[in-house]
């Protein structure tokens, strides 16, 4: 949209992933004179707002700089030498794919740091969670902006102690246990993952993903293929997380601070899914082929099982905490996206990069509102918070008990929202999938996802319901509406979850270029 | 007639020397001064090992050697090549920092060990262990081994009047002398087969040995192995690892994590890949067999090691030594089934050296602790933080090294060469075997890790650190870090020809 010269578009880029890292460093040092503040704990807090804004800042200069009428190409690209005895290089660089992600990331944290400033979670010092806090964030950008195989490992990583962290430390109830499992199940999958990136980049003789993606799988025998997709799918997949390999997600988010459920899901499970975009699909495409029904399987699996979850915590009497069901709906929307992938068609892929991005918005709002309750309330137990004839938060606290009712309507699909249409197109791919996938399995999964659908508006109204409705007690306790640091924190999320509602076009002529290519054989 | 005097290359061979004459000056130096003097010894020996580890730097170009059979310009004793310069670094390198971190360690013990005797036994055995990796006959071989480990007996034994020291000395020595006498038959047949004891000779005729004796030259190659892997603490040669490591004083702890291992696996890697490449369908599976054993079994031990029990800390260092012994072996076994065998090598020596880095990072860490509480129990690191900042991030970032996840990149870069020789040589099930330890490794080393950083029970107590034990820290601190920025610096290894 602007014209920025390329030399400082790579500088932006570079400042995006390494701005994070030194502003970690720095928090570990004492604040210099005049950014004293009122506090140390106000000053190191205020240090993780200024440094989230300048990376945001960096993102969105990056995305106007971006040149929009050829979103395909690889744009901001710096190519160094960094271990040439491993042949890693520091490659980064941003297309139409990655450029949404990298800047939802840097706004989910940036909110999130902003919100934190307000309102610190309980816990240890704030220097050490703001510490964490910019080395995650340094994490996932980097997963977002890296085309080297190894760095895209390395980066994936990254993110594990400083989550570990965030819930072990900074969480509810079970946070030992919860902690544990997130990272050890990650593990598992991202050294699984390791073995097949080393497996194709051993075959190549590259881990270089641009190259190998222009390969598109050329080099590779099939069986080679076929071992490489298992091995980085079930990384992926515990990221995602797809069904059965989802098991860590609803303790972790249960335990996790609210800024932590919010990145969750809101930045970390994009990046299993990115994964499978940006790399499985281009560079073993042969390979995925002939997972992709299984995958596809697994998705509706996960849709109809994450729904049915929901649906069982929002009952009456089953004391379902509220971050857990959000945490199982979370199950069933990666669930569309995976779907989306597995049809390896544009418009699937499409609609899954597009449900990505709805669904960072719609349930990190979601989360950022159950976190605000909970502190009001004191619990997000659906049962305790109910009673008998429901919260009735639109009487105690209208604005906040609206807001809710819109997450959950844009959680659930209503047209005219951003969670609409990346269910609508991966639904759509379903419908015709690509050459050499059989149709009438893809047909028969189409119909049990849409079915999905229906259950997930199901459970959500009853969420709505049970929370938002119900009697005012004469004599309750009035809740705190929302407050401004509040509505800031919130407004850009609901705005945008509006916008990409209503006009999808601004986010799919970015992908949509990108996919096509990178399904047709790589990047340019 | 040509002469039968060999000339010696007195430069080539400087580095073990300096450190042996050395320890013969220590010695003798120890009789003629008093006792409030002693301290000066420990300086000597730091000096004298610095020294050594300097000497390194003419050679670097690698292509000497010495002690060569005057017929026949290819078959030497020592050989001063890269892979023997790279070992050499470790070893006095290791030696060095175990140095600084006994001065401390003395001084503490107020003349409860004797100082003389251990500064001396120290040089020979690092002496031994730099003699180690430049041998190419299989009778130096053995010497520099028993060399290395007869000092380390007695250093295990130390301290006067501690049963469980003496315990421990005496278990760690049958032991290793009966791994020892093994690889001597082991060696006697090879000689028996070959007629010679060269290794690049015994590479050359062990192709053609006599079918009658080819059972005879197989079991000359396993049981060569055996005393090699004793060294490096392989299963099932591990047993003696945990008593060892905490009977003795905890620098010797440190040296025998590091420095000993590198003797293991260096022997290991000269027998294999230099003596016995031909008979590589015999030690390819046992050693990947091995490797696999080494690390499950070292891995689940550290992860049963309660965090209250007295010395806790120097056992879980001492059982995931053993796990990350097999870590070291991985490669090895991996030379068997790859075509670029030295590839393969060079990754278990960037492994060696990362991990003597960081390895005797967390050991100084953990003696500076020790000087508080004297159980060293993991729970006594709890709160650390609060204490003394710099060193809780320090061991943390050590323990992550260890455990192979950023911050501690060059831990994980170490790890990914292993894995990668491990996929390049097609040994998918070792590579995924390997995963799994990663995983259940990261449970004990990320919980001791989470432990430094919670709030301390009672009183934080500060840990004021004498200068040798600070320039020890500080010393592998600024090598992980420089190393995580710029990993190629050992990684290279690697890729190029080593021997």
């Known amino acids: 949209m602007i014209d920025i010269s390329e030399s400082v578009m790579q500088i932006l880029l570079a400042l995006i992933v390494v701005g994070p890292l030194i502003g970690a460093a720095a928090t570990l040092l004492p604040a210099p004179p005049g950014l004293k503040g009122k506090s140390p704990e106000q000053a190191v807090l205020r240090h993780g707002v200024t440094v989230t804004g300048v990376v945001l800042i960096a993102a969105i200069v990056l995305a106007l700089g971006f040149d929009h009428d050829h979103p395909s190409k690889m744009q901001a690209t710096t190519d160094i030498s960094w271990i040439p005895a491993l042949d890693v290089r520091i490659h980064l660089g941003i297309d139409g794919i990655s450029l949404p992600l990298l800047v939802l990331t840097a706004l989910l944290t940036f909110l999130c740091a902003l919100y934190s400033y307000f309102k610190m979670p309980a816990g240890p010092t704030p220097k050490a969670f703001v510490a964490l806090l910019l080395v995650l964030e340094s994490g996932t950008l980097a997963t977002f902006a890296v085309l080297d195989l190894l760095l895209f490992f390395l980066a994936f990583e990254t993110v594990l102690i400083p989550m570990y962290f965030l819930i072990a430390r900074w969480g509810g109830a079970q946070r030992q246990a919860a902690a544990w499992k997130f990272i050890l199940y990650t593990l598992l999958g991202s050294v699984v993952m390791l073995l097949g990136l080393l497996l194709i980049g051993i075959k190549t003789g590259t881990f270089d993903m641009v190259a190998l993606a222009t390969d598109n799988g050329r080099s590779l025998s099939t069986s080679v293929q076929v071992t490489a997709v298992l091995a980085i799918g079930i990384g992926l997949a515990v990221k995602t997380p797809m069904w059965p390999l989802h098991s860590w997600l609803p303790d972790a988010h249960t335990a996790a601070p609210t800024v932590g459920s919010v990145l969750l899901a809101g930045v970390m499970l994009k990046m299993g899914t990115y994964g499978f975009v940006r790399i499985l699909l281009p560079i073993a495409p042969d390979g995925f082929r002939t997972f992709a029904p299984y995958l596809a399987a697994f998705a509706v699996v996960g849709i109809i099982y ?74 997000s137990d659906l049962d305790t918070l109910a009673e008998e004839s429901g919260a009735a938060l639109y009487g105690k606290a209208p604005r906040l008990g609206g807001l809710l009712a819109f997450a959950a309507v844009a959680s659930l699909g209503l047209p005219g929202l951003a969670g609409f249409w990346g269910e609508m197109l991966a639904l759509f791919g379903a419908f015709e999938p690509a050459a050499g996938l059989s149709r009438p399995a893809y047909l028969t999964f189409m119909t049990i996802a849409a079915f999905g659908t229906l259950l997930t508006a199901a459970y959500m109204l009853v969420v709505v319901r049970r929370v938002c409705m119900g009697a005012t007690p004469r004599e309750s306790p009035g809740l705190a509406d929302v407050q401004t640091y509040e509505f800031a924190a919130w407004t850009p999320l609901v705005a945008l979850t509006v916008v990409a509602g209503l006009w999808p076009r601004a986010l799919l002529d970015l992908t949509d270029p990108a996919v096509q290519q990178l399904l047709a054989g790589g990047t340019r | 007639m040509s002469s039968l005097v060999q000339s010696v290359d007195w430069l080539a061979i400087a580095p073990p020397t300096l450190a042996a004459v050395v320890g013969l000056v220590v010695l003798v130096t120890d009789l003629f001064i008093g006792d409030a003097r002693k301290a000066v010894l420990g300086w000597m020996s730091v000096a004298g090992l610095a020294a050594s580890a300097l000497l390194l730097l003419p050679l670097r170009d690698g292509d000497r050697a010495t002690f060569c059979l005057t017929g026949e310009a290819s078959s030497c004793s020592y050989v001063a090549d890269r892979f023997t310069l790279v070992i050499q670094l470790l070893v006095l390198g290791g030696a060095l920092l175990v140095a600084l971190l006994s001065v401390t360690a003395l001084k503490d013990a107020d003349r409860e060990l004797p100082e003389g005797e251990y500064w001396f036994l120290l040089l020979s055995s690092a002496a031994g262990a730099a003699l180690l990796p430049a041998s190419r006959d299989l009778a130096t071989l053995i010497v520099a081994l028993e060399v ?156 049963r090691q309660r965090s209250t029990r007295a010395y806790s800390a120097v056992r879980l260092l001492a059982w995931s030594s053993v796990g990350q012994a097999g870590y070291l072996l991985v490669p090895i076994a991996a030379a068997a089934y790859s075509k670029n065998a030295e590839n393969a090598i060079g990754s278990t020596v960037a492994y060696a050296l990362m991990y003597a880095a960081v390895n005797l990072g967390a050991f100084a860490v953990a003696a500076l602790v020790a000087r508080k509480s004297p159980l060293n129990r993991i729970s006594d690191y709890r709160g650390l933080y609060t204490g003394s900042p710099l060193s809780a991030l320090v061991l943390g970032f050590f323990l992550l090294c260890l455990a192979g996840l950023p911050p501690g990149i060059i831990g994980l870069f170490a790890k990914v060469t292993v894995f990668s020789a491990a996929v390049d040589a097609g040994l998918g ?64 290894f690697s890729e190029t020809v080593l021997f």
């Open chain 2, 429 to 492: 099930w070792l590579a995924v075997v390997m995963a799994v330890n990663v995983v259940i490794a990261l449970f004990y080393y990320l919980q001791w890790t989470t432990l430094l950083f919670r709030a301390p029970e009672g009183e934080p107590g500060t840990h004021p650190a004498p200068v040798p034990l600070t320039a020890a820290i500080a010393l592998t601190a600024v090598l992980g870090v420089v190393l995580s920025g710029a990993p190629q610096l050992i990684l290279r």
């Open chain 2, 148 to 303: 290395a480990s007869l000092p380390a007996f007695a250093l295990v034994g130390i301290k006067r009047g501690d049963k469980k020291s003496s315990e421990a000395a005496l278990k760690f020595f049958l032991s290793s002398v009966t791994a020892t006498a093994v690889s001597l038959m082991g060696v006697s047949f090879v000689y028996a087969t070959t007629g010679t004891l060269y290794l690049t000779q015994i590479a050359d005729r062990i192709q053609h040995v006599d079918g009658q004796f080819h059972t005879l030259a197989q079991t000359g190659v396993v049981l060569t192995l055996v005393g090699f892997a004793f060294k490096t603490a392989a299963v099932p040669f591990h047993f003696w690892v945990p008593d060892t490591y905490v009977g003795a004083p905890l620098p010797i702890a440190a040296y025998l994590s590091v420095v000993g291992k590198a003797v293991g696996f260096s022997g290991l890697i000269l027998v294999t890949v230099v003596a016995f490449p031909s008979y590589a369908d015999v030690w390819g599976p046992a050693l990947a067999a091995l490797a696999a054993l080494t690390m499950t079994v070292g891995n689940v031990g550290a992860l």
């Open chain 1, 306 to 379: 994450g729904s049915l979850a929901c649906l069982a915590l929002a009952k009456q009497g089953a004391k379902g905490d509220l971050k857990r069901l959000i945490a199982y709906s979370s199950v069933g929307h990666m669930g569309f996206v995976l779907l989306g992938i597995s049809t390896m068609t544009p418009t699937g892929v499409n609609g899954a990069l597009f449900a990505n991005i709805a669904h960072g918005l719609i349930t990190g709002l979601l989360f950022f509102l159950v976190g605000a309750l909970k502190d009001r309330t004191g619990t």
